[in-house]
């Protein structure tokens, strides 16, 4: 409403998380010109930073089980984990700074510095960054462009369904598989990891 357009309902929004945020953006306003599109992102993003000054890590909560898995698997020396997001680079180290993740993510893609999902750029760099053979990574997400990246850059994917995307569509974007839960995510990345041993 602030750039003139009507607000998106929010179940619009949300099925397009993932994306870039320029090109969320568009796809919300697709009649909308390059200024219109460049005022919505600047508004998102100040309304975004607000937000995070106010409610500090609650601006950004972990799904429940988040933080226990992510520790069990920065504790294994043979596992690198990494992030590939539509968010910008700022916005990623906040989050994990404020969820005390700054050291757990040997590497961090973002949306700024690279194409939008689904190209597999972000995944590419992180491939390449780590010294981490296609073949012996996975890409974890909760969105059918996350699938689709995965696939682009010759990655397995598992997907999670608590996202925006169900299971059916995860699996057409080209998840190997959807787990429900935290108990099962952390039994597809130890199957995944002993076939790939």
Request: proline fraction near 6%; glycine fraction near 10%.
């Amino acid at each position: 409403a602030t750039v003139g357009h009507p607000v998106p309902e929010p179940h619009e929004v949300l099925t397009l998380l993932g994306l870039s945020l320029p090109v969320l953006m568009a796809r919300l306003m697709p009649e909308a010109d390059a200024a219109t599109l460049a005022r919505a992102v600047a508004v998102h993003k100040a309304g975004f930073v607000a937000l995070r000054q106010e409610r500090g890590a609650a601006a950004a909560p972990l799904f429940a089980g988040a933080k226990a898995e992510i520790e069990r698997l920065a504790a294994l020396p043979e596992v690198l984990i990494g992030a590939a997001t539509g968010m910008a680079r700022r916005g990623l180290d906040h989050v994990l700074e404020v969820h005390g993740f700054d050291r757990a993510f040997v590497t961090r893609q973002c949306a700024d510095g690279h194409p939008s999902k689904p190209h597999p750029s972000m995944l590419e760099a992180a491939l390449a960054e780590t010294g981490v053979a296609p073949g012996r990574a996975v890409m974890i997400g909760d969105t059918t462009y996350d699938m689709e990246m995965a696939a682009n850059a010759g990655l397995a994917g598992i997907g999670v369904s608590w996202g925006h995307h169900g299971p059916a569509d995860l699996l057409a974007a080209g998840a190997e598989i959807v787990v429900d839960d935290f108990a099962g995510l952390a039994r597809a990345i130890d199957s995944f990891r002993e076939g790939r041993a």
